[in-house]
C-alpha cells in the first residue's frame, strides 16, 4: 500500500525538515538566533513544530544542537508581541508535549528566594571597572568575579578564554543566584550546551523553571533520578524527570488533568 506523499501533514513535516537542516547550515550563533526570532514572528505554529522535532531527535548532536537554540530563544523573547506568543503557547499545548509546554510559560517563578550579594570588595568596584577587568583579570580576581551578582559581569567573564569549565560550574551552582545569572550562562553557546552545565541548571532552585524543566529531556536517566527524589526540586523540574520516564501522573496534576490535549 503506497503512502500518499501530497497530502498536507507530510507537506508540513516536509517543511519543518528543510527548516531544521537550514538552521543547521547556520554557524552562528547570532544568525541562528535571528532566523529561530524570524519564523516565531511570522508562523509560530512552524517554530514550534522544528521545536518538537529536535525534541524528537535531541539524542543526536544536530537535534540538540537545535533544541537548546530554540529554548534559548525562548528563555530571552521580550521581543515577542503577547499575540505570537500567546499563539505559540497554544501550539505547545497542541503537540501534546508538556516538558515543552512550559518552555512557553512566561514569569515562572523559582523556588529560590534569598538574594545573592556582592562580595564587599566588589560593590567598591564600579560595575563598569568589574566588566572590564572580567576579560582581562588574573585568577585571583577571576575566582572573585565569578561571585559577581551582576548578569553583564558573568557575561564577559565567559568570553574571557582563560575561564575554565570548573568556574563556570561554580557560577550555575551557586545558591542563592540572581536568575539574570544563570540566563546568562545558558545564553552562551559555548557554554551554555555542555552536559554539566546543562545538569546543574537543572539542579539549581534559582533557575527559572521554563528553563529549568525542558533541560529535563537532555540529561541522563541516573541524573533524572536524582532530581525525582532529590530535595529543594521545581514540580515542574520533578515533573518532567517523571514524564521522560513514562509517568505522566505529576504533569497531569500540574495542568489540570490536560497535561498532553
Not at 567598591?124 to 548578569?151: F, Q, V
Amino acid at each position: 500500500m503506497k503512502t500518499d506523499t501530497h497530502t498536507p501533514e507530510v507537506a508540513e513535516q516536509t517543511e519543518v525538515d528543510r527548516l531544521f537542516r537550514r538552521l543547521r547550515g547556520l554557524e552562528q550563533q547570532q544568525l541562528r538566533r535571528g532566523f529561530l526570532f524570524d519564523l516565531v514572528q511570522k508562523t509560530p505554529k512552524q517554530f514550534v513544530a522544528l521545536f518538537v522535532l529536535a525534541f524528537e531527535r535531541r539524542d543526536q548532536r544536530p537535534g540538540r544542537e537545535v533544541y537548546l537554540d530554540c529554548l534559548r530563544l525562548l528563555s530571552d523573547i521580550e521581543g515577542l508581541s503577547y499575540s505570537i506568543r500567546e499563539e505559540a503557547y497554544i501550539c505547545a499545548v497542541q503537540s501534546g508535549n508538556p516538558v515543552l509546554r512550559t518552555a512557553f510559560i512566561e514569569q515562572s517563578k523559582s523556588i529560590g528566594t534569598k538574594v545573592a550579594y556582592n562580595l564587599p570588595e566588589l560593590d567598591e568596584i564600579t560595575l563598569g571597572r568589574r566588566k572590564s577587568l572580567a576579560r582581562t583579570a588574573d585568577r585571583d580576581m577571576r575566582m572573585k568575579l565569578i561571585l559577581d551578582t551582576e548578569p553583564s559581569v558573568i557575561a564577559m567573564l565567559l568570553r574571557n578564554p582563560r575561564i575554565l569549565e570548573s568556574d563556570v560550574l561554580r557560577i550555575v551552582s551557586r545558591r542563592p543566584v540572581p536568575v539574570g545569572v544563570l540566563e546568562v550562562v545558558f545564553q552562551n553557546g559555548a557554554w551554555g550546551n555542555r552536559p554539566s552545565v546543562i545538569e546543574a541548571l537543572a539542579y539549581n532552585p534559582y533557575t527559572s523553571p521554563s528553563l529549568a524543566c525542558p533541560l529535563v529531556p537532555l540529561l541522563p536517566k541516573a541524573v533524572r533520578d536524582g532530581l525525582k527524589s532529590g530535595s529543594f526540586i521545581h514540580d515542574w523540574v520533578r515533573a518532567a524527570a517523571e514524564h521522560m520516564d513514562g509517568n505522566s501522573e505529576p504533569f497531569e496534576a500540574i495542568f489540570g488533568g490536560n497535561a498532553t490535549d
